[in-house]
């Protein structure tokens, strides 16, 4: 039962571990002035569509890490309440005690 836990929490940690690094690391001072930047002007049509794409790809690509994240989870979840009922599957995921 212990590498259930094990193998069910690690791509959790490690997606989160991710995540961390990337919205905690300290930008570089070109970028933060890219964040920081309001075009004056129009942009072109050519470069609007490009950053609604990139907006779209952004989504899809953490729509399919949570996906691939939480699936395993809810799978696990679904065969334990199958196995032993729901009382029981709700009782062992927040009551269990280890021995």
């Known amino acids: 039962m212990d590498t259930v836990y094990i193998i ?35 942009l072109s049509q050519k470069r609007e569509a490009y950053l609604k794409e990139v907006r779209k790809f952004h989504l899809w690509v953490t729509g399919i890490i949570i996906v691939i994240f939480t699936a395993p989870l809810f799978i696990y979840l679904i065969v334990m309440i199958q196995e032993i009922g729901i009382t029981a599957a709700l009782y062992s995921l927040f009551f269990n005690q280890m021995e």
Do not use: S
């Not at 570089?28 to 930047?37: D, H, M």
């Open 8 to 42: 069910c929490l690690a791509p959790l940690v490690i997606f989160i571990d991710i995540f961390l690094y990337l919205t905690i690391v300290r930008k570089n001072a070109f970028e933060e002035r890219l964040a920081l930047y309001l075009p004056q002007h129009q």
